[in-house]
């Protein structure tokens, strides 16, 4: 049974077993009793799905090649080649990551300061249409900031307890230049506090990313990839690390 049918299947249990209980003994004692088990095994078992998850997408090696642009930056969804040039940022190139031949990255710079724009794009029949958001700076010590669309990056790369800093900042429907100001934003105030990020070079991109990959993977599998607090505080809403506005 695959996790997915695990926790319906729990889910399901947990909702039908204590009216049952009920019924059969009429003791709201025991309804409760049996209610509270029930709850602490659908969350016994949504937290053993979810390290299972995160150990799987770690586990896999990222591995990114530059490729020729599968369409023109002019013709990127949403007129955000138009609106990243207006912000300050030139094309760098196309990324494309192994065994995903459906889906690419448009990769921007910024002009003066040390971020990098990744646009996801995700291929609908023959057109294209924009998956991922995202503004990435890295720092010497391995902390990195990101101000992204995806929820997904953000559960999966935030709140990772180590030695270096580590914010994501979420905004899931946000347009370039409302990405772009909260960045912008962060960047001027680590650097007035004296936090210098590494100067944006698109020839070292992936090995940044691929760093910032290992370095979260060792620092996961360290703590037993996701601790039961941590899967409490995703449950509730309040996964530290990440920075919503």
Known sequence: ???????????????????????????????????????????????????????????????YTWIDPPLAYSDLP????EELEGLGYHPAGFLQRKGL???????????????????????SGDSWATAVLQ????YPDGSRLSTTTSKTFAHLS???K????????????????????QHVGTVRAWLAG?????????????????QDRRRLRDTLRSSGWVPFPAFLQTVLGRRPGILRF
């Open 1 to 63: 049974m695959n996790n997915r049918l695990l926790i319906i299947a729990t889910v399901a249990l947990a909702f039908i077993v204590p009216p049952v209980v009920l019924l059969v003994t009429r003791r709201i004692e025991v309804f409760t009793a049996t209610m509270t088990v029930s709850l602490l095994v659908l969350y016994l078992v949504g937290w053993q799905a979810m390290r299972a998850a995160v150990r799987s997408y770690y586990e896999k090696e990222l591995s």
């Open 78 to 81: 949403r007129g955000y080649h």
């Open 101 to 123: 031949a459906d889906m690419q990255t448009a990769v921007y710079v910024h002009r003066e300061l040390p971020i990098y724009v990744l646009v996801g794009l995700e291929r």
């Open 135 to 138: 503004f990435d700076t890295f």
């Open 158 to 160: 935030a709140g990772v």
């Open 162 to 181: 180590g030695e270096t800093t580590r914010l994501v900042q979420l905004r899931e429907t946000g347009s370039p230049t409302a990405l772009d100001g």
């Open 194 to 210: 004296k936090r210098d990020p590494i100067p944006a070079n698109p020839d070292r991109l992936i090995e940044y990313l691929e």
